[in-house]
C-alpha cells in the first residue's frame, strides 16, 4: 500500500512540475509580444528622429519633426499595444473573418461583402487631399514597421490571439484605415432597423397604437403615415421577433438600441467661473475588452492635439489642441432608406425603375472559409444600393414576393471625404475653422461639440438625403424604389445642416436629443436617441449660473434617473400605502416591502442600492405585460422599457390606456391591476436569483460592466483572464448611460456606455482630464490591460496635460525611432 501511495505521489508530483514548466514556457512565449517601451528602433520610413514617450498612464506623446514621422509613429504604437484589434477591425470591414474563424463566420462575412465598405474605401482613397494621403501612408508604413519587427525578432507573433487563430498578416494600407472609419459608421447607424420594425408593427396595429409603442418625440408634430399594406402590398403580417441576421459576438451590425449614443455639452465663457470655455464628451459603445478607445498626443506642425484615438485611424477623434476642443454624440440622422425593388417576373437579372426594367449591378464574391469549402455569392447592386437578404433584420418580412430590397445610405459611396475632414479638424485653430472642415465628413454623421477660447458651437456634420417632399413614407419606411418620388435627390446643402454657435444662454448640450424641430425633409429624422438623458441635463445646468470642470464632471457621473423619478409615481399611484400589513412571507408582504423601499427613493440609481434593481425589473415585467398580448413573439424585439409608452398609457394620451387591458382574457383589466401583476412578477424572479430579502438587493450585482475579449471571452479558464467584470451605477436613461443588455439571463447587465470620457476647461488647459474603460494595451499579460478601469469605474480621470516635462515625470518608458540609413 505505501508503495502504491509513493508512486502516486510521484506521478502527482510530475505532473505538477510539468503543469508549472508547460505554465512557464507558455507564458514565455506569450509575453514575447509584449513591448518593452523603452526599446529604441533604427527603422525605415521616417526623416528625422521621432521620440514616443508614454507617460505613468501609458499615453503616448509623439514628438516628430515633420506631420508624417507623427503619424508613422502613432501607427508604430498602435500596432505594438493593439496589433491584434486593429487586425480583427480590417478582417471585419473586408469580410474575411471566416478565414480566421470557420464557418460561424460565414454570415457576417456575407453581409460585408454584401454592403462592400471596403471596396468603397479603396475608391475613396483617390478623393483625399494631399496632406490626408501623406498622413494615412505614413501611418500605414508605421504599423507595417511593427509588424516587421514582430516578424524579425519572433516577437510572440504580435498578440497572444495569433497562437490560437491565423497569424497571416497582410500589410497595413491607407485604404484600411478609410474602411474602418466607415465599419464605424455601420455601428452608429440603427435606421434600417427601425424602418422594418415599424413596418411590422404597423401591419398589426392600428396607426394610433403604433404612435404608442413607437412614439415620436413628444414635442413634435407628425403627419400621418400611408398603412405600409397599402404601400406594398401583399405583404403577410408576422409577430415574429425582429433579430438581425448574424447573432455573433463578432458581427458589427447592432441590435436595436444599440446603434451608438453620447453626451456633449459645452458652457461659453460667460457661463464659466473661471472664465474660459468648458467641454464635457463622453461618447457611447459597445463595451469589450481592451475598449476602442486608445488615449494618445500627437506633437503636429500646426500644433499638439492629444485625446481618444481608434487604432487603425491616424487622428484624434475626440479630444483637444491649445486653441480648440471637440467632441462627438451621435445625430440619429435619417441616413438610411430601404427600397423595395421588383424583380422582372420575365428575367430575374433586372428590377423595375421609373423609367422600366434595368439590370442588376452583379460580382460574383468568394468567401474562403478555415477548415471548409469556400463559398461563392453574387453580390447584387440597384440604383438605390445593394440588395439585402430577408434575414437581415427580419427584411423578408415586408418584402412581398417577387421582390428584393435594397439599402441607400450615404456611407455607400467611393467618394467618402471623412478622413480628410478628420485630419483637418486636428489642425483647426477656432471653431469657425472646424465648422468648414465638417464640411467634408460624408459618414457618420455626428453632433460635433466644440469649444475654442472664445465660443462654443454645436454642428452636425455628415451627408443628410435630400428627399423629395412627396416621399411616400417620409423614409420611416420600406418604400418602392420604382417610385421616383422616393428616390434620393442627392445629399442636402451643408449649410442646411443643423448648426448652433454661441448661444445667448452660454450653454449648449447634446444627449441625442432632437435638435432640431423642423418639417419633413429637412426633419434631420424622426427617430431620436434620447427623451430622457436631456431632462436631467438641463436640471443641472440651469441648477448653477456659471460651471466649473467640477460641476462638468459631476454631470458626466450623474446617475440620478429622471425617467424612474417620472414613471414610478404614474405606475404606483394606486399601489402606495393601501391596505393592511400582510402577513410575512406571502407575496403581498414581499410587495408591501418592496414599495415602502421605493417609497423613499429619490432616483439614484447607485450601484450600493436595491431601488434601481426593484425599479428596472418592474418597469421591464410592466413593459412585457402591457405589449405581449398585441404583439405576440414580436415583444421581444422591445427588449429595453420605452419611457414615453408607458408614460402615453397610465396618463391615457389618445387613449393609450386600451394596452392595459388583456385582450385574451374575459376580465378588463385596469392599470393599477397591470401594475400590481408586474411588480409581483418582478419580486418573484429578483426573489430566485438574490434572495428572499429585498434590503439586501443590490444594484450594481446585476449592472455590471461587461469588457469581456471578443473572441477569448467565451473560453473556458481564460476567460477568467481576458474579462472584465465590474459593478457600476446608472443606466439606460441616466446621465452616467450603463446601457443593459436587456435579454437574455442577465438582462441588466451593463454593455453599452461611455468608453471614453473627457472635461476640457480652457481655463486652465492643462488641467483637462480624459479617461478610457480599460488601458492601453490589448496584451492580457500587460499590467496597461486594465488599468484604468478601475479609475474609470470610480469616476476618476487621469491628466490631459500637452506639457512635455509633466509627460516625461515618471515615464514608464521612452521610444526613439531613428531613421535607417539608406
Known sequence: MFLVFRWMLRLFTGLVALSLLAGVILYYFLSRSLPDYNEDFTIAGIEAPVEIVRNNDNVPHIFGQSDPDVFFALGFAHAQDRLWQMMMLRRTVQGRLSEAFGPRTVKVDELMRRYDLYTLAQESVAVQDAATMAALEAYARGVNAWI????????????????????????????????????????????????????????????????????????????????????VPGVVPSSAPLRVAVNDVLSPFPERGFAGASNAWAAAPSRSAAGGTLLA??????????????????????????????????????????????????????DQDLFIEEVNPANPEQYRTPDGWKEFVTRRSIITVKDAAPVTITLRWTDNGPVLPGSHYDIGSVTPAGHVAALSWTALTGADTSMTAVIRMMGAGSVAEAVEAGRLVVAPAQNVMLADQSGVALQLMGALPKRDPAHQSKGRMPSPGWVAANRWQGVLPYEDNPREVSPTSGLIGNTNNKTVDRPFPLHVSYDWGDTQRIQRWLTLMKAREVHTRESFIEAQLDTVSFTARSLLPLI????????????????????????????????????????PLIYQAWVRALQDRLIRDELGPLADTFTHVEPLLIERVYRNVDGASVWCDVVQSAVVESCSDLARMALDDALLSLSESYGPNPESWRWGDAHQATHDHPVLGSLPVLRYLVNMRQSTSGDDHTLLRGKTKGEGANPFLNVHGAGYRGVYD??????????????????????????????????????????????RAAAVGVTELIPAAE
Not at 162 to 178: K, R, V
Not at 289 to 314: C, D, F, H, K, N
Open 762 to 807: 480652457f481655463a486652465d488647459p492643462d488641467s483637462s482630464v480624459f479617461i478610457t474603460s480599460t488601458g492601453q494595451s490589448g496584451h492580457p499579460l500587460s499590467r496597461f490591460y486594465d488599468d484604468l478601469g478601475e479609475l474609470w469605474r470610480r469616476g476618476e480621470y487621469v491628466p490631459m496635460s500637452l506639457d512635455p516635462d509633466l509627460a
Open 572 to 611: 404606483g399611484a394606486d399601489l402606495w400605502f393601501t391596505g393592511e400589513a400582510a402577513p410575512d412571507g406571502t407575496p403581498e408582504r414581499l410587495r408591501q416591502r418592496a414599495l415602502e423601499i421605493l417609497a423613499a427613493w429619490n432616483g439614484e440609481m447607485s450601484e450600493h442600492l436595491p431601488e
Open 281 to 334: 464628451n463622453d461618447p457611447h459603445l459597445g463595451f469589450s475588452a481592451p475598449t476602442v478607445w486608445y488615449l494618445a498626443r500627437l506633437e503636429l506642425q500646426s500644433g499638439a492635439v492629444i485625446g481618444g484615438t481608434i487604432p487603425g485611424i491616424p487622428a484624434v477623434l475626440v479630444g483637444r489642441s491649445a486653441a480648440l476642443g471637440w467632441g462627438l454624440t451621435s445625430s440619429y440622422a435619417d
Open 148 to 231: 516587421g519587427q514582430v516578424n524579425k525578432d519572433a516577437r510572440g507573433r504580435g498578440a497572444p490571439e495569433f497562437f490560437l487563430f491565423s497569424n497571416e498578416i497582410a500589410a497595413w494600407q491607407p485604404a484600411d484605415s478609410i474602411a474602418i472609419l466607415k465599419l464605424m459608421a455601420l455601428q452608429l447607424s440603427g435606421q434600417l432597423q427601425e424602418e422594418v420594425l415599424r413596418a411590422r408593427v404597423s401591419l398589426l396595429l392600428p396607426a394610433a397604437r403604433v404612435g404608442d409603442i413607437l412614439p415620436d418625440d413628444p414635442t413634435q408634430g407628425v403627419m400621418a403615415l400611408p398603412e405600409y399594406s397599402q404601400l
